[in-house]
């Protein structure tokens, strides 16, 4: 059974920092892609970092220069260090595991997500 659990979710204020851990199990991690996706009050599921199996990486603009993806393969783990928060950052973060290509295309599992709240 495929689980991804985050952690590290929490309250902090604007121009703080959180880290988001996403553990994965069940699951051969270092062949898959990862995500984090972030969901706001009353707004649409948002990519805001991918790493692919091979580290290349990709992030939105609005987290450009802030947030920092990286996974450790070792500990089945993705990260999300997130600097410089701001409020409009507030929401909560999914993990995501997929295969973007080849004979596992098709495999996508997420996170329930972890609530992190930018205020003062």
């Known amino acids: 059974q495929v689980q991804l659990v985050e952690s590290g979710g929490g309250l902090v204020p604007p121009g703080g920092s959180l880290r988001l851990s996403c553990v994965a199990s069940g699951i051969v991690f270092d062949i898959y892609a990862m995500g984090w996706y972030r969901q706001a009050p009353e707004q649409q599921r948002e990519l805001v970092a991918t790493?692919?199996?091979?580290?290349?990486?990709d992030y939105a603009d609005s987290v450009k220069g802030r947030f920092t993806i990286s996974r450790d393969n070792s500990k089945n783990t993705v990260y999300l260090e997130m600097n410089n928060l701001k409020p409009e950052d507030t929401a909560v973060y999914y993990c995501?595991?997929?295969?973007?290509?080849?004979?596992?295309?098709?495999?996508?599992?997420w996170g329930k997500g972890a609530l992190v709240t930018v205020s003062s």
């Open positions: 995501r595991l997929y295969a973007d290509y080849g004979p596992n295309y098709g495999v996508d599992y």
């Open positions: 790493i692919t199996s091979r580290s290349s990486i």
